[in-house]
């Protein structure tokens, strides 16, 4: 409004031909055209470096389908899986603080979303080995399309969150920036879901243990009839109990 009260003083005054008039009011103009772009300078660099955030993850998502790019010794699943397990916190921290920045300091939102995006490339990576670490081929395809999820709802997190940077008393914008945080925030879950199923050595060892209760306890009720004189031992049975509790022993101690 004081750019364009500005501007037409400066246009009434050329008009009457008067010069002390134009020179005061072109003053008038120029001070309220830089207090214009001094007001519009932080939501003109929150927007930049959301673009920025938003092109850090679109380069991170590129590298998805290519080997992975860490030197030195391959890493177990395990140890992927934990470093995963808390990129994905980190990132789930991250989209929730990004959604109170909407709201209550929106010219921060392209600063923190960058800050988010810097997490992405090593999410990537650490997959990938992960992916190479996994015996199933199930395994790896859900890890890899799990991560993809992530890594697109984050870039929607983003794109909205610029949106609601620019706009952040309007409701609407407000929504499906909400909207975009519940989908992100889902598909971190997916994504740790994931990382569960491929733990075979985790699934073999719980299945090793469930047979290892089952052995002992049939070999705590053969011997409790024993001792009462209700049945006399069966030899073989409980033969066969002590070779499951040891196949039970070995397969948990490979897990």
């Known amino acids: 409004k004081n750019v364009t009260d500005g501007v037409l003083e400066l246009m009434c005054a050329a008009k009457e031909g008067n010069m002390?008039?134009?020179?005061?009011?072109?003053?008038?103009?120029?001070?309220?055209?830089?207090?214009?772009?001094t007001a519009l300078k932080p939501s003109m660099a929150g927007s930049?470096?959301?673009?920025?955030a938003l092109a850090m993850v679109k380069d991170a998502l590129a590298n998805l389908g290519g080997p992975p790019q860490s030197q030195g010794r391959p890493r177990t699943y395990q140890e992927c899986k934990d470093e995963l397990t808390?990129?994905?916190?980190?990132l789930a921290t991250g989209?929730?603080?990004l959604l109170t920045i909407?709201?209550?300091?929106p010219e921060d939102v392209g600063a923190v979303s960058k800050k988010i995006a810097a997490i992405i490339p090593g999410l990537v990576?650490?997959?990938?080995?992960?992916?190479a670490a996994s015996s199933e081929a199930a395994s790896k395809k859900l890890l890899l399309d799990s991560t993809r999820d992530i890594a697109n709802a984050t870039a929607e997190i983003f794109a909205r969150a610029k949106d609601a940077g620019g706009d952040p008393?309007?409701?609407a914008v407000q929504q499906k920036m909400s909207g975009a945080v519940n989908a992100g925030t889902a598909a971190i879950a997916r994504f740790v879901n994931a990382l569960k199923a491929g733990a075979v050595g985790d699934r073999e060892v719980e299945a090793a243990i469930d047979e290892m209760a089952r052995n002992a306890a049939d070999m705590d009720s053969a011997s409790l009839f024993a001792a009462a004189g209700q049945l006399e031992p069966n030899a073989e049975a409980i033969g066969q109990t002590v070779e499951g509790l040891q196949a039970a022993l070995v397969q948990a101690a490979k897990g």
């Open 20 to 37: 002390n008039n134009v020179a005061q009011a072109a003053q008038a103009a120029s001070l309220a055209i830089n207090g214009l772009l």
């Open 48 to 52: 930049a470096a959301s673009e920025e």
């Open 86 to 90: 808390d990129i994905s916190k980190s």
């Open 95 to 97: 989209i929730s603080t």
């Open 102 to 105: 909407s709201k209550t300091k």
């Open 125 to 131: 990576e650490m997959t990938k080995l992960a992916a």
């Open 169 to 171: 008393k309007n409701a």
